[in-house]
């Protein structure tokens, strides 16, 4: 491997509000190389990569990227098309092809001018020809996409990028559409692609794969770069507890004595998008006095669970019981009034209704209760003095309880729903990525309720990607993997940690 | 580079005098056409005016065409503030009309304090099931309710052709297709002896009052918001989100219904296939330059039938072509979508990103 330097981050930093995305992240890359970029969701990066692409500009920090001059040059930042024109393509993890088209139409796209006279198809195919000579990736040129198997639309992506002369190759998450098979010829291609001079970083959550074919691996976390290991010297353990951290809990919650079940999932199966992202046979209970975390990594079916337990979708099989009564009826009114309290993944989308007010998205949930709804109208009085109320209460600030919900920040938006939510006195607490983008006061704010609501006998059903905050807050965590949960034994972060990688352990 | 955001706080004063100022600046920009039409523009505006304000007929006159309009100017803005896209208020207006003549020309005779309120009613639940029918394949099977319930105004005015062809048709009519005049005691009483106005105006103005009361005050109202703001949101928070589309597309309807029912009870007295000139089309452009606001439907129904009655006057009084109201309606409704976009959103200039 010839030891060319050819794209450098240097100390970026980027802050969304008060949350730090990414803090002063340096990276290199060599000629040749391919080097995994590892680390939860929400570790940053994404948001890295945004900057690498032009997408966001940085708050501080550099990009250099060796020119066709043999110099390391300073990237003008916050423009695609710069990062473009410095040979940096990627390929995203959701393809991004013209299904209508043919695959030589849809590796032309974007790179012909519209105004040109004629486009000189064969000069191209005779270019793409010999790119798949010397990479291995094959195509059927004249077939249309939609006839494609992921696995080779796949290729076609690559393709398209190889044909723009990229220098450096981005591929988000390459396996996590492809069957093993497919995967193993991806490792294929891209070996015979590095070879040729390409430096790959690969984004991934999949361990044994970034150590089986990468040169180096770094490690985000919190937005921090928290390590960089040479691939030889690395194993699973070390790079899991790279990714989920060391430091001891600083809190642990007092033992209190459980109560009786109060949620319970006996075989249930629910139908996702994909097998992935469906529930397989899952069962298990939540008992008063108690908070069980669901850890792992987005796309594996916590999204199926959160509906399921909001009453947005019924199982396909098996029961599902609230207090030792079987639910018979799914909807999210139902759900309501069996004492779930739910707190929405995307609180902007699912959680208030932007335009209204702020005063109304705090009774959005109770429009039957008789303080609220007399003879079918509105009690303003009563809905304005519930919202004084409760933004005392729960700190939310805003211009006011008339102001529209949109104006109110991410956090803010956040206590509002849990206003909402824990002024029900739920028995069952179903919180969906609570501190998902929270600063750390509002994340503490959400972990205060939590706890309180499981201190007067709630049981909580927390889902989070964040392994800090479930093993500071969970009694009994799970690990979701592929649809299935599996319980932990106890708090071992590095197991969890492969676990959640998919590891049988 | 211009980036477009939307304003924190759109003042009070922008939401009552972009409208206001739209269509100062259409009324100016539509002296543009009138000129190259070869008209005086200040004559034709004198006209204009003369036509609206000149005596009590031409006052009425105006009042009496911004009365269908009031009406489905409503039915719009219940369905498009639940984005339940009602583009079928020209066939519920036929299909109330056509309810009005079948059960006011002879089903049943009484006295007018029970004929009329049945002829509401009768043109009301017409109205409902037209807008009701598409809702419900909308909800059922995601059959998009623009699609839909423009083609059934096409089906609804073929069928309607159908029936002053048939069993609706005046055996006194002298062949033409029209169908019996409604009872005397089913004739919405007139407002003004010897003025075409009449009492469907009260009936409109009862509605919009009715309807902003609904939408502002009542738990349905609260519900058709919260559905037309963020569907996802409602259905999470409890709403359940295809009952409010109903409940929103039946009163739409019925309102729709009732434009029908004020022009053929109050107006002509018989039915035509001509008794609108697209009213229901004009009723979505007049909920739009409203804002989607009860009240203001009043006032932008009134501002439209002005133009439409004052350029029908103007052309009339300098000979110019009629077209010339559609004109300036199309440029106040562009002005004034223009002026509520500068309302809501400030454009920002930002610099180039440079390394």
């Known amino acids: 491997m010839k030891n060319t330097q050819v794209l450098s981050l240097k100390n970026l930093s980027k802050r969304f509000g008060s949350v730090v995305a990414n803090n002063s992240v340096n990276i290199e890359l060599y000629r040749g190389e391919v080097l995994s970029l590892l680390g939860e969701n929400g570790a940053g990066k994404t948001t890295l990569m945004n900057m690498l692409f032009g997408h966001y500009l940085p708050?501080?920090?550099?990009?250099?990227?060796?020119?066709?001059d043999g110099q390391m040059r300073k990237l003008v930042l916050g423009h695609p098309q710069a990062s473009l024109d410095a040979g940096i393509g990627m390929v995203h993890q959701h393809f991004t092809l013209a299904e209508n088209l043919t695959v030589l139409d849809n590796i032309l796209l974007g790179s012909e001018k519209l105004w040109a006279w004629r486009h000189d198809r064969n000069k191209a195919r005779n270019k793409i020809l010999k790119i798949i000579d010397r990479t291995g990736l094959s195509a059927p040129l004249d077939e249309k996409v939609a006839r494609l198997t992921v696995g080779e639309r796949q290729r076609v992506e690559i393709l398209k990028a190889l044909y723009h002369e990229v220098k450096i190759l981005v591929l988000d998450e390459p396996t996590a559409v492809l069957t093993p098979q497919e995967a193993d010829a991806l490792f294929e291609n891209i070996d015979s692609m590095t070879k040729d001079g390409l430096s790959v970083i690969f984004i991934s959550h999949k361990l044994r794969e970034v150590l089986k074919f990468s040169n180096r691996i770094a490690v985000l976390r919190h937005g921090e770069k928290v390590g960089e290991i040479a691939t030889s010297d690395a194993n699973e353990r070390v790079i899991a507890r790279?990714?989920?951290?060391?430091?001891?809990?600083?809190?642990?919650?007092?033992?209190?004595?459980?109560?009786?079940?109060?949620?319970?999932?006996?075989?249930?199966?629910?139908?996702?998008?994909?097998?992935?992202?469906?529930?397989?046979?899952?069962?298990?209970?939540?008992?008063e006095n108690e908070i069980v975390g669901i850890a792992g990594v987005s796309g594996n079916g916590q999204s199926v669970l959160a509906k399921l337990i909001s009453g947005l979708i019924d199982p396909d099989s098996g029961d599902l019981l609230i207090e030792g009564e079987n639910v018979e009826y799914f909807s999210p009114n139902g759900m309501q009034s069996l004492g779930v309290g739910r707190i929405p993944e995307d609180r902007h989308h699912d959680g208030v209704v932007g335009a209204m007010s702020v005063a109304e998205n705090l009774v959005i949930e109770r429009l039957q209760d008789?303080?609220?709804?007399?003879?079918?109208?509105?009690?303003?009085?009563?809905?304005?003095?519930?919202?004084?109320?409760l933004i005392e209460k729960y700190d939310i600030r805003g211009p006011g309880i008339d102001a529209k919900a949109s104006l109110l920040s991410g956090g803010n938006i956040q206590k509002l729903i849990l206003a909402r939510v824990f002024e029900c006195k739920p028995n069952v607490i179903l919180a969906n990525q609570p501190t998902r983008g929270l600063d750390l006061g509002a994340a503490n704010e959400v972990a205060r309720h939590l706890l309180e609501a499981r201190g007067r006998g709630a049981g909580v059903l927390l889902i989070s990607e964040d392994l800090d905050e479930i093993l500071a807050l969970s009694d009994r965590i799970m690990v979701i993997h592929n649809g299935s949960l599996i319980e932990t034994v106890n708090k071992d972060r590095e197991v969890i940690g492969l676990m959640m990688a998919g590891e049988k352990i | 580079m211009i980036r477009i955001e939307p304003r924190e706080m759109p003042s009070k004063w922008w939401t009552v005098g972009i409208p206001i100022m739209s269509a100062l600046v259409a009324i100016l920009l539509a002296a543009i056409p009138l000129a190259l039409a070869g008209a005086n523009i200040f004559e034709a505006y004198t006209q204009m005016a003369k036509g609206i304000f000149g005596s009590t007929f031409a006052f009425t006159e105006m009042l009496t065409r911004a009365t269908p309009l009031i009406f489905t100017g409503l039915a719009a803005t219940i369905a498009f503030r639940a984005k339940l896209w009602n583009i079928g208020a020209e066939g519920q207006l036929y299909l109330g009309a056509m309810a009005a003549v079948t059960v006011g020309t002879g089903l049943i005779d009484a006295p007018s304090f029970i004929l009329i309120p049945v002829i509401l009613f009768a043109g009301a639940i017409s109205g409902a099931v037209g807008m009701a029918a598409p809702t419900y394949l909308k909800t059922r099977f995601g059959a998009d309710e623009v699609v839909t319930t423009l083609l059934l105004n096409f089906i609804i005015i073929i069928f309607l052709q159908m029936m002053l062809e048939g069993p609706l048709k005046d055996p006194m009519g002298m062949g033409w297709p029209q169908s019996e005049p409604i009872l005397e005691n089913g004739i919405l009483p007139q407002l003004i002896p010897r003025m075409r106005i009449h009492s469907g105006l009260i009936i409109a103005l009862i509605s919009a009052g009715l309807v902003h009361l609904l939408l502002s005050k009542s738990i349905w109202g609260f519900k058709i918001r919260a559905v037309g703001e963020n569907a996802p949101a409602a259905l999470h928070a409890g709403i359940n989100v295809n009952r409010t589309f109903m409940g929103a597309a039946v009163v739409s309807g019925a309102i729709a219904g009732l434009a029908?029912?004020?022009?053929?009870?109050?107006?002509?007295?018989?039915?035509?296939?001509?008794?609108?000139?697209?009213?229901?089309?004009?009723?979505?452009?007049?909920?739009?330059?409203?804002?989607?606001?009860?009240?203001?439907?009043?006032?932008?129904?009134?501002?439209?039938?002005?133009?439409?009655v004052g350029a029908d006057t103007m052309s009339r009084a300098i000979g110019v072509s009629s077209y010339l109201a559609d004109l300036v309606v199309a440029i106040s409704l562009i002005c004034v979508l223009i002026g509520g976009f500068v309302a809501r959103y400030r454009f920002i200039r930002t610099n180039k990103v440079n390394a």
């Open chain 1, 59 to 68: 708050d501080s920090g550099s990009i250099d990227v060796l020119g066709n």
């Open chain 1, 242 to 287: 790279m990714m989920v951290g060391e430091e001891t809990i600083k809190n642990p919650i007092d033992k209190i004595q459980l109560g009786n079940p109060i949620l319970q999932l006996n075989e249930v199966s629910v139908k996702g998008d994909s097998m992935r992202t469906s529930l397989n046979r899952t069962n298990f209970t939540i008992h």
């Open chain 1, 370 to 389: 008789k303080d609220v709804n007399k003879n079918g109208f509105l009690q303003n009085r009563a809905i304005k003095e519930n919202a004084e109320t």
């Open chain 2, 260 to 308: 029908g029912v004020s022009e053929v009870a109050g107006l002509r007295g018989y039915l035509t296939t001509d008794l609108s000139p697209g009213f229901g089309y004009t009723g979505i452009v007049v909920a739009m330059l409203a804002g989607l606001s009860p009240i203001g439907v009043v006032i932008s129904a009134i501002f439209i039938a002005s133009i439409f």
